[in-house]
């Protein structure tokens, strides 16, 4: 059974910085692709970053470009979310999600975290 852990939410200022975790067990985490998605209250999940199996590919939502930096260590499990110069608008629960494949145009995701909630003070 594929379990997905994310770690590292909080509260914090506009401007400040924050690094999410997501912890992953259940299956090979180096063959599949994984990514961040968020969803705010009262709107529908958006998809913030995702990384190749190996590390070699990522992409990011264009509202995040320049602020969030997605990782990864295989030898961990462990897939990272460093997100910078937050705003007000970054407030969401923040799920990370395992991928069928390794990487591709249309990633399907299969597995879901229950998430982690980051909130910024204006």
């Known amino acids: 059974q594929v379990q997905l852990v994310e770690s590292g939410g909080g509260l914090v200022q506009a401007g400040d910085s924050l690094r999410l975790s997501c912890g992953a067990s259940?299956?090979?985490?180096?063959?599949?692709?994984m990514g961040w998605f968020r969803q705010a209250p009262g709107k529908e999940r958006e998809f913030v970053a995702a990384i190749s199996w190996n590390s070699g590919h990522t992409k990011s939502a264009d509202y995040m470009k320049g602020r969030v930096t997605i990782s990864r260590d295989n030898a961990k499990n462990t897939v990272y979310l460093q997100m910078n110069n937050l705003r007000h608008e970054d407030t969401a629960l923040y799920f990370c999600a395992s991928a069928s494949q390794g990487w591709g145009r249309n990633l399907v995701w299969e597995y879901w975290g229950q998430g982690t909630q980051v909130t910024v003070s204006s």
């Open positions: 259940g299956r090979t985490f180096s063959d599949h692709a």
